[in-house]
C-alpha cells in the first residue's frame, strides 16, 4: 500500500483480556518502530526492528508486552493481561533503510481502550 | 538520556500572524532533528528536519534551524493559516548513524483564528 496500515483503528478490550495489534509497513521498508502515545502526550519508543530481527526492545513497559515481525514484513504487538494503565494510542511507523536521519512515517494508530 | 522540551500549548494565534514553537533538546552526540506534524483525525507527518548543525529545514512555508550551541530547534512561520491548526512535535533521533527510536517533545497545539 501506499501507507502504513494498522488495525483495528480502535480496540476495546476487559481487564486482563490479550489484545494483538497489526502493522502493515510500507512495502519494502527495513525498519519498523511501535510507539504508545497516552493522552495528551508525545508518542514514546517501545521497540523496533531491522527486518526481522528485533535490535530494541528497551521501551517495552513490561513482560506483558511482546512484539515480533516473523517475515520481516507485518508486525504485531501484543499484550496480555491488559491493565488500564495501557490504555492509549499505539502507533506504528517504518523507514526505508536503517540509517538514523531517514524519516520514519507512520501509521494512523489503534486507540487501544482497557474497561 | 536524551530529551526534547517544547512550549506548552494551546498557542492561540489570528491568520496572518507570525508562529514561533520553541524547542530545545538534550543528546549525546550529534542527533538528527525533526518537526512532526499531526492534523486532526490524521496521523503524524514528518513536516522536516535537520540533520547536523546549522542546517535548515522547511517544507509548507514552516522553518526551522538546528542550533547546537543553543540546543534549539525552533519551528517559524511568517504568515500562518486556519489550515495550519494541528499538533505539532518535535523530535531527535541519537546520532552515530543506526537507526534508533524517536524522542519526542509532548506537543504543542495550534490553533489558528479566522
Known amino acids: 500500500g501506499a501507507g502504513v496500515s494498522q488495525s483495528p483503528r480502535y480496540k476495546v478490550a476487559k481487564r486482563g483480556q490479550d489484545v494483538a495489534l497489526r502493522c502493515d509497513p510500507i512495502?519494502?521498508?527495513?525498519?519498523l518502530f511501535w510507539y504508545q502515545q497516552a493522552l495528551g502526550q508525545g508518542p514514546e519508543f517501545l521497540t523496533y526492528f531491522q527486518n526481522e530481527a528485533q535490535l530494541d526492545k528497551s521501551g517495552l513497559p513490561s513482560d506483558r508486552f511482546f512484539a515480533e515481525r516473523p517475515e520481516g514484513s507485518v508486525s504485531t504487538l501484543k499484550i496480555q493481561r491488559t491493565q488500564q494503565e495501557d490504555s492509549a494510542v499505539y502507533l506504528c511507523?517504518?523507514?526505508?533503510?536503517?540509517?538514523?536521519?531517514?524519516?520514519?512515517?507512520f501509521g494512523d494508530g489503534t486507540r487501544l481502550s482497557i474497561l | 538520556g536524551n530529551s526534547v522540551t517544547q512550549m506548552e500549548g494551546p498557542v492561540t494565534l489570528s491568520e496572518e500572524a507570525f508562529l514561533t514553537i520553541n524547542c530545545t533538546y538534550t543528546?549525546?552526540?550529534?542527533?538528527?532533528l525533526f518537526w512532526y506534524v499531526q492534523y486532526p483525525g490524521e496521523g503524524l507527518q514528518l513536516l522536516l528536519k535537520a540533520t547536523k548543525a546549522d542546517d535548515k529545514g522547511s517544507n509548507k512555508g514552516f522553518e526551522a534551524t538546528y542550533r547546537k550551541e543553543t540546543t534549539s530547534f525552533h519551528l517559524e512561520k511568517g504568515s500562518v493559516q486556519v489550515s495550519d491548526s494541528a499538533v505539532y512535535f518535535c523530535?531527535?533521533?541519537?546520532?552515530?548513524?543506526?537507526?534508533?527510536?524517536?524522542?519526542f517533545g509532548k506537543g504543542t497545539h495550534l490553533i489558528i483564528q479566522p
Open positions: 543528546a549525546t552526540g550529534y542527533p538528527s
Open positions: 523530535a531527535l533521533i541519537r546520532g552515530g548513524g543506526g537507526a534508533d527510536g524517536l524522542t
Open positions: 512495502s519494502g521498508h527495513v525498519s
Open positions: 511507523a517504518s523507514s526505508a533503510n536503517p540509517l538514523g536521519n531517514q524519516p520514519q512515517h
